[in-house]
């Protein structure tokens, strides 16, 4: 009962919410030993007695932010907070299949006489990612037959034969000195510039696949690849290829509280209940106390309650409105520009809806 009285004096002091409260049940999801309390958003208007729920705009924006803590090539680790679950998933669904992208949707085959199936070597081409600002393009129309024009495509060739290599030594067994251009990669893939499009990227940076090392088929000597590939614009909503990110995820924030002082043995047991870095061990007046330094990286893990001496001085939560987004970006765009584009997309879709609203009105 001492260590409870304390951590709640402490509860009451930082603003926290103190366990079993209404407090606790509105911002909180609690893991507990046999299940997980306070999985559902309760705060809607009226439902607790002394609580004004009502949607208020100055309220949402004095309370949300987003905060970027980690951006490195293609990923993106950023805070969402002051959001519901139902907004967080929508930026993450939006991400996965309704942010635009190009990819080859055509192949016309002139020449395969590899062991892979024009329509296998036809799916591989699609699914490699093209490095190319899908915003300077438009959307075809599924109805439009034809090559396309300089606005809605774009083209590359790629044209590769397998040799002999003259030079390589009898006894050589190794593929690549007895051949020349036995492995097609994505490098070999080649641009062919339709109308203006040459004025509209520079040399530097043509559009091109994201990486120039994935393999597309192995040949051997006689054996040749001639194909035409047509690029349009389009959402992973349609098709997979068209996605943008590899991966878009999110989580809410872990919230590890010490109800009591954790002192000696039972602290190095519960720093290895928990992920490195997590909890931290200190000598304090020649006592070794545990603490918590890092509740950010913990992966919510239930080894805590496997322990009868440690499982009730520990309490685990997750903080209800704090979304800790992950995206990795495919190459296309980088991550930050992806994000400010699902937001666009949401924007776009608010405005559908609210003109639908004032149309149902006026009839």
Not at 314 to 321: C, E, I, P, T, Y
Request: proline residues 5%.
């Amino acid at each position: 009962m001492l260590c409870l009285h304390v951590w709640l004096l402490g509860e009451r002091e930082s603003g926290m919410a103190v366990p079993g409260s209404v407090q606790e049940m509105r911002e909180r999801v609690v893991l507990g030993e046999f299940g997980i309390r306070n999985v559902h958003t309760t705060d809607f208007p009226g439902n607790y007695m002394g609580y004004n729920d009502t949607w208020n705009y100055g309220r949402f924006e004095n309370n949300f932010r987003i905060d970027i803590v980690k951006m490195e090539g293609d990923t993106l680790e950023f805070d969402m907070v002051g959001i519901d679950a139902a907004i967080a998933n929508a930026f993450r669904r939006i991400l996965l299949a309704e942010v635009p992208t190009m990819a080859v949707e055509k192949v016309y085959v002139y020449n395969n006489t590899s062991i892979i199936q024009d329509e296998i070597l036809a799916h591989r081409l699609g699914l490699i990612p093209i490095r190319v600002d899908p915003r300077l393009f438009e959307y075809r129309s599924a109805a439009e037959e034809g090559e396309g024009t300089e606005i809605d495509t774009l083209q590359f060739e790629l044209n590769v034969k397998c040799t002999r290599n003259p030079r390589a030594s009898k006894d050589c067994s190794d593929p690549n000195e007895l051949y020349l251009n036995h492995k097609v990669y994505t490098s070999h893939m080649k641009w062919l510039p339709q109308g203006n499009q040459s004025d509209l990227f520079p040399e530097t940076d043509p559009p091109r696949p994201v990486h120039g090392d994935i393999l597309i088929a192995q040949l051997r000597p006689g054996q040749e690849i001639s194909v035409i590939m047509h690029c349009v614009k389009g959402i992973g909503k349609d098709h997979a290829k068209f996605s943008p990110v590899a991966t878009a995820s999110y989580r809410l924030l872990p919230e590890i509280t010490l109800l009591c002082p954790i002192e000696g043995e039972l602290a190095d047991r519960l720093q290895r209940c928990f992920s490195p870095g997590v909890i931290g061990v200190d000598e304090v007046d020649g006592k070794r106390v545990a603490r918590v330094i890092n509740a950010r990286t913990d992966t919510c893990g239930r080894e805590i309650f496997r322990h009868d001496d440690l499982k009730d001085l520990v309490r685990m939560a997750r903080v209800r409105d704090y979304y800790i987004f992950s995206v990795e970006s495919t190459g296309i765009l980088p991550p930050d520009i992806l994000v400010s584009e699902a937001i666009k997309v949401l924007m776009g879709k608010c405005r559908r809806f609210l003109d639908e609203l004032d149309t149902s009105q006026m009839d």
